[in-house]
């Protein structure tokens, strides 16, 4: 913990990701509380949701024919909420930091920046009364308002869905129409843009705004909000908070939509295929280019497949697949020119674009009583912008205080809540004039360096090391594997590092000391290397030590054996020489010594023809048969060596033989010599001596039918063994 000097002791204390690197199992996925239905939008609400600047995001999540609800996928939000980091307000992964920003609220939600922040909020007095009041007599049928103490029911506001008025095959009324509206902009605010952990009922904080849009009848009525940044921050504080829930049933709250759509455009992980290719451009087209598709209309608006093989929900894969991610599988820059034109080739809402003064300020977000601080210093890779090795801190930093705030006990006012938030209110009306400088455009080898000084300060893996010698048995009780790849990864990983500190120890140690040291430090260096080396390779590849082959010096292969083969195919042909005018010298072919020098030097394949092993330097004809060697004289056998012919050795056999044999001799000894007068001249005068041939030199004894002990295996030719 003494290195990770990005992380606060108190707070990885109880964060998840300290308990998860204990025990991987010690931990669940966090709930989302999110709608299970998605509602309709009147056409005569268009109007009053584009004068609010809530239209684009509507679309996103409107019921659509043929368009299946989005499921939010709580285990994919729950891997980003352990990776956050409430020190630095970003994500810490093992290719650097990242975080979603308000150029990501704007491009995938498409929600403006430019307003009046939204907070602190307070329900009205009486609310319940005076809601009833405008609800009863809307729709036959339903009963008078239910509702608690946090607010109206969900239930009861599902009662005025325009579906549930004959909508479209029954005309609605004006009133219905606006109390309609209302109802769904409770839905909308309390369920998709600021979830809370209240399932069943929605805050009453929202019936002012909610019933101030319903009702307006002009662009004037209604108050221009910043609902991108409170978004954001609502965002911000429930990761903030959720990353240190460890109890069964916690709920992440704020905006999970901004963080499944940020996820799926940038890790290949739960990623959804649309298969539809691209927005059409005929399609929610609009002459003031603001009901048009955003960044994140094509994975909530189209049909989402996902592969047989594809894991989805599933909290302990998905871990597991972050800490392998590679930093080439990250898709730093979503929103380029070429993939809008590529998946939106008619353009998208002017909403997207329209606040992007607001993307690098340095100003607080808001969000009722929760103050936020944003830090795009340290991911300005997101931006395709230079990330410096030591980011900057914040110019005015948000007070722990400030940053703790929550209604918990606190008994205060609107007007005093008001009065503690009044200078980041303030701030944000300045907004765009206190932004971060760009310091030029993206430089990977200066991103290198940014991640050797980031790398060692923090916690970049969460499944636990897993050594794989010492891991526990499994029981009968595990529903998935305890010990993952990329565990063994991360103990690989720890082995390595030990590795390079002995090494670079070594290292200093020749450089400071004697050329030539002890023989003992030298040897005991290098077991640790070779013990290590061994590890890492058994960690990476075998997970068992006892897999990984032994090193032994090499060896001499083995002589071939006496044993004669037959073989595979005929001699390759001899290339003949070329005729010549003169006559040929004695050792060429042609000459009078030509024959006895190929007799007395046969070739490997002739002694195979006759049968003979290689240790038999005599040349000897081929009679068919082969006499063995490691049998009594005059014993009879018979022969089953590979490349002779099977006989029956007896005296009169060897009688004829021998007979055979002295008659080839004698015969080769009648050659006549060669005649002087054959051979050239030389060039200085002198005739080359004539060529005289001797018996050949017998290298065994007499008999060749000698009874002799046998062959010592892998012993050499020509010598008695």
Request: glycine share 6%; charged share 20%; aromatic share 10%.
């Amino acid at each position: 913990m003494a290195a990770r000097s990005l992380l606060d002791p108190l707070i990885d204390q109880k964060h998840r990701a300290s308990h998860l690197e204990a025990d991987p199992q010690s931990m669940e996925p966090l709930q989302t509380r999110t709608p299970k239905k998605n509602w309709m939008i009147h056409p005569q609400w268009e109007d009053r949701l584009k004068w609010a600047g809530l239209l684009p995001f509507a679309r996103l999540v409107e019921a659509r024919e043929n368009v299946s609800r989005l499921n939010y996928d709580a285990a994919l939000i729950t891997c980003l909420v352990d990776r956050w980091r409430p020190e630095t307000h970003t994500f810490h992964f093992r290719w650097g930091e990242m975080a979603p920003t308000l150029q990501d609220v704007s491009m995938l939600l498409g929600l403006p920046l430019a307003g009046e922040p939204i907070g602190p909020l307070e329900e009205p007095v009486g609310w319940m009364h005076s809601m009833d009041a405008r609800f009863v007599g809307v729709r036959q049928g339903v009963g008078p308002i239910s509702f608690e103490a946090h607010g109206p029911r969900q239930a009861w506001l599902h009662e005025f869905q325009i579906e549930q008025f004959g909508y479209p095959d029954v005309a609605m009324t004006a009133a219905q129409i606006t109390r309609s509206l209302e109802a769904y902009l409770m839905w909308l605010l309390g369920k998709t843009m600021f979830t809370d952990n209240h399932g069943n009922t929605i805050s009453a904080r929202y019936i002012p705004i909610a019933q101030e849009i319903a009702e307006a009848t002009e662009a004037e009525h209604i108050i221009q909000r910043s609902w991108g940044s409170a978004v954001l921050a609502a965002t911000y504080r429930g990761m903030c908070k959720g990353c240190q829930l460890t109890s069964h049933g916690s709920g992440i709250v704020g905006c999970p939509l901004l963080l499944q759509l940020w996820s799926w455009a940038r890790f290949p992980i739960g990623r959804p295929e649309i298969r539809d290719g691209s927005w059409p451009p005929d399609e929610l087209y609009d002459a003031e280019r603001i009901d048009m598709p955003t960044f994140g209309s094509l994975w909530t608006s189209r049909k989402r497949h996902f592969g047989h093989n594809q894991l989805r929900n599933c909290y302990p894969a998905f871990t597991e697949q972050f800490d392998l991610l590679l930093e080439s599988d990250v898709t730093w820059e979503p929103y380029s020119e070429d993939h809008r034109d590529e998946a939106y080739p008619g353009g998208i809402s002017n909403m997207c674009t329209r606040d992007w003064a607001y993307w690098m300020t340095k100003a607080k977000i808001i969000f009722d009583i929760f103050v936020e601080e944003m830090s795009q210093q340290r991911v300005m890779r997101q931006f395709g912008q230079r990330q410096l090795i030591e980011p900057p801190p914040p110019t005015v930093p948000l007070p722990p205080r400030v940053h703790a705030y929550n209604r918990k006990g606190a008994n205060k006012t609107a007007a005093g809540w008001l009065q503690l938030l009044a200078p980041y209110i303030t701030g944000w009306a300045n907004a765009p004039a206190v932004s971060w400088a760009t310091m030029g455009p993206f430089d990977l080898q200066e991103f290198e360096h940014y991640l050797r000084a980031y790398m060692p300060r923090t916690r970049l893996r969460l499944s636990q090391a897993c050594d794989p010698v010492q891991r526990d048995p499994s029981t009968m009780w595990d529903t998935y594997p305890r010990h993952s790849t990329s565990g063994t990864r991360h103990h690989a990983a720890v082995l390595t590092a030990e590795l390079q500190d002995d090494a670079a120890q070594y290292a200093r140690s020749l450089s400071s000391g004697p050329l030539l040291g002890r023989y003992e430090h030298h040897a005991s260096f290098a077991q640790r290397l070779q013990d290590k080396l061994r590890r890492i390779y058994a960690t990476i590849t075998c997970t068992r030590s006892s897999d990984v082959a032994e090193y032994r010096a090499a060896q001499r292969p083995p002589r071939p054996s006496l044993q004669v083969h037959q073989p595979r195919h005929a001699p390759r042909p001899r290339m003949e020489v070329p005729p010549s005018p003169r006559p040929p010298s004695p050792n060429q072919a042609g000459g009078s010594g030509w024959q006895n020098q190929q007799q007395q030097e046969p070739t490997y394949e002739y002694w195979q023809r006759a049968g003979f092993g290689m240790e038999q330097q005599f040349p000897m004809p081929n009679f068919g048969w082969r006499p063995r060697m490691d049998e009594p004289e005059g014993e009879g056998h018979m022969s089953t060596g590979s490349g002779s012919r099977s006989f029956w050795s007896s005296a009169h056999d060897q009688d004829e033989t021998q007979q055979s044999y002295q008659d080839w001799i004698s015969s080769q000894q009648q050659t006549p010599p060669p005649d002087p007068t054959q051979y050239s001249q030389h060039e200085q005068g002198y005739m080359l001596p004539p060529r005289h041939r001797q018996p050949p030199v017998r290298m065994y004894s007499p008999s060749p039918f000698q009874a002799r002990p046998p062959p010592r295996r892998g012993g050499g030719r020509g010598r008695d063994q």
